[in-house]
């Protein structure tokens, strides 16, 4: 097969500075101020308005699966008694805290304070409860009710609740105080962040679609740990006047899309470039995904606490199989998809639990055929290379008819 | 012109050889090995020497270039990247639904038990495939588990499935673990149970995970079963009860990919000839 060389975007050459700067930021700014590890889906904008640092394991673990550190990483957490079973995520920083030597970064610095939201997953329960024990460190648990169907005004009301108990839990531990039109602020950047993000995901609509999921696996960096900062709007700007140039010249992410695909699951880190340039050879693209679009929800709202609560708690790996499926279902139709890979990821089991139903009512809505792929997406351990190949190729065949 | 089809599968390489009207002229096995593409390339020279009269040394001192072979070679299977002679690799799932098709015109479902892999293919109108699913995690549910738990009865795959045929009350078989499965085996053994019924108990174990893995696409009448664990009685018997429906193991089942690779490269050059 002729060698497809794959057109790279050039704002991405930006990133290693930017999250670089980052992590430099949390490792020397921690004398001065304080630092609060937070799960992907906890209110970063009050953390941030407070003046402290926020730091994402959920973030280092996918850094040490690109950077091929996963697996040492999770074979010292497992050699310290935590299941083969439990998310790479949890082991990339239970392991690195064991082991900081073999650690990416030396592992992160430490925290002040813990900040979990089980809308995620329970996993970060039980994994946030285990570093609060381990690093002696007070945690916040916000509970935000899973909701099979639509946001109930109860719920919201909930869990808007507990942010109010969360503040004085900030306030009391950090000395930081919340002051309203700080939240304001970062709440209108964090707005804008997500409004930009979600306009670049839907220039995948263009045909050729400008953008391939690996590119926004790349981009997604700012929406999650800068979220609420003025450098995630300039990156994202920046970004979107790229695609727009590349729409505007009718240029593809591709050289030549014959296929267009929709991603679902969380990205293979260990083999970004590898994984998924095996369907470039077939000249197909990612044109969606359901994973960068759990960023791309713009707050609403005037009470800054409930715009919080009703954001953070609808967000879709929280909702039931109905509205997962509805999402999948949109985007095939909306992208003017051909297929779907779903990637069946061991270690999160909120994600994965659904999907055999999911993929059988998306092609019985739509049509078109799903490809489930079996892998972790930090642990390389849980990838068998020939039989992924085998499943991708007869897939393609399959839509090649 | 002839049509090759080489399937190099984890046990064994299977060629099957068509001349240009379509017809069987030729097919040979051996097991894979440690060299497969080589024993494959070995195989397709023994062909093509039998029906050129071109001695295989005059083929193998050219090397082999694919561009000179008077025949068209689509690989298939695991090591279907390695041989060199091969015009085009094609995955084993499009295959077996071709091959199966072409046997059995009326076939809707495929499944192929494999040495590492078993699948269940929904098969369109003319040989495409629909839909399909594969065995996930491991290799329960494969011919290499049956293999291995055979060995623990002295038995090897075809035998098994003979010895299960007869039996009357077949163990359970709890672990879908090929090794801890094996143990589970050796205590059967220990407690007393008759070879029938652990064979049994081992065969319904293989069905039951392919069965799981069927109900993923949905299966449609007919059913036909390739691969070569389709010579085991007791899978096969075990499957049709378990889904309900008759399942025919087609001839040689175990040349059924590589005959759809061969009916693959065949099509393929069909398309690219002159229309007159
Ligand atoms: S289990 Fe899933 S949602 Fe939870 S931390 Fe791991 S990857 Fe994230």
Redesign the pocket.
């Known amino acids: 097969m002729a060698e497809l060389r794959y057109r790279r975007l050039q704002t991405l050459n930006r990133l290693p500075r930017l999250m670089g700067n980052h992590y430099l930021a949390a490792r020397y700014l921690r004398y001065v101020r304080p630092v609060a590890w937070i799960t992907?889906g906890a209110p970063v904008e009050i953390i941030r308005a407070m003046g402290i640092l926020p730091v994402y394991p959920?973030n280092y673990g996918a850094l040490c699966g690109s950077r091929q550190a996963a697996g040492t990483l999770c074979q010292v957490a497992e050699a310290r008694g935590y299941s083969r079973e439990l998310?790479s995520?949890?082991k990339c920083n239970l392991g690195s805290l064991a082991e900081p030597r073999q650690a990416p970064l030396g592992g992160l610095p430490r925290p002040t304070v813990l900040v979990a939201c089980n809308n995620?997953?329970g996993?970060?329960t039980k994994w946030y409860q285990a570093l609060a024990r381990d690093l002696r460190v007070p945690l916040f648990l916000w509970d935000t009710p899973f909701s099979p169907g639509e946001l109930t005004d109860g719920g919201v009301a909930y869990a808007a609740a507990q942010l109010r108990e969360m503040v004085r839990f900030l306030e009391r531990h950090t000395g930081h105080k919340l002051h309203q039109d700080r939240l304001n602020r970062v709440m209108d950047k964090s707005r804008e962040a997500s409004r930009l993000w979600s306009e670049i995901r839907l220039l995948g609509r263009h045909r050729p679609s400008p953008l391939n999921a690996s590119d926004l696996f790349i981009a997604m960096a700012p929406i999650v740990v800068l979220r609420g900062t003025d450098q995630a709007i300039d990156f994202y700007r920046e970004l979107k006047a790229e695609l727009a140039g590349r729409v505007a010249k009718g240029e593809g992410a591709l050289p030549v899309e014959r296929y267009r695909l929709v991603w679902d699951n969380?990205a293979i880190w260990h083999k970004l470039l590898r994984f998924y340039g095996q369907f470039l050879d077939h000249r197909a693209c990612f044109v969606a995904d359901t994973y960068t679009g759990g960023w791309g929800t713009v707050m609403e709202g005037d009470d800054p606490l409930t715009a919080l609560a009703r954001t953070y708690t609808g967000v879709f790996?929280n909702r039931g199989l109905a509205y997962r499926a509805s999402q999948m279902v949109e985007l095939v139709r909306d992208f003017g998809a051909h297929g779907f890979v779903m990637h069946a990821n061991r270690?999160?089991?909120?994600?994965t639990l659904f999907q055999y139903d999911i993929r059988r009512m998306v092609t019985e809505q739509t049509g078109v055929p799903g490809l489930v792929i079996e892998a972790d997406?930090a642990d390389p351990r849980s990838y068998a290379e020939e039989a992924v190949k085998t499943r991708i190729q007869a897939f393609m065949e399959t839509l090649d008819g | 012109m002839f049509f090759a089809g080489v399937d190099i599968g984890s046990t064994a390489v299977k060629v099957v050889m068509l001349d240009q009207q379509g017809k069987v002229v030729g097919c040979e096995t051996t097991r894979t090995g440690y060299r497969g593409a080589e024993n494959a390339w070995h195989l397709l020279k023994g062909l093509l020497a039998a029906q050129t009269g071109v001695t295989p040394e005059v083929w193998g001192r050219q090397g082999g270039d694919p561009a000179k072979l008077p025949v068209r070679v689509v690989a298939t299977g695991y090591g279907r990247h390695k041989l060199a002679q091969a015009h085009r690799q094609v995955s084993e799932i499009t295959c077996h639904a071709r091959g199966a098709y072409h046997l059995e015109p009326g076939t809707a479902t495929v499944i192929d038990i494999g040495g590492q892999d078993s699948k269940v293919i929904r098969v369109a109108q003319g040989g495409t495939v629909l839909d399909f699913a594969m065995n996930d995690k491991c290799a329960a549910g494969t011919g290499r588990f049956l293999e291995v738990v055979a060995g623990a009865l002295e038995e090897n795959v075809d035998s098994l499935g003979r010895l299960a045929v007869a039996s009357n009350q077949p163990v359970a078989i709890s672990s879908t673990c090929t090794v801890f499965a094996e143990s589970e085996v050796v205590s059967h053994i220990a407690a007393g149970s008759s070879k029938e019924n652990i064979a049994a108990g081992l065969c319904l174990a293989v069905a039951e995970r392919v069965a799981g893995m069927a109900g993923r696409i949905g299966v449609q009448p007919r059913v036909v079963m390739t691969g070569g664990v389709a010579h085991n009685r007791g899978v096969v018997r075990a499957l049709a009860t378990m889904l309900g429906l008759p399942v025919e193991v087609l001839p040689d089942p175990h040349l059924v990919g590589a005959l759809g690779a061969a009916l693959l490269a065949r099509d393929a050059f069909a398309n690219n000839q002159p229309k007159t």
């Not at chain 1, 270690?347 to 994600?351: D, G």
């Open positions: 992907s959920e998310c995520y949890a995620i997953c996993t970060v969380i790996l270690s999160c089991k909120p994600y997406m």
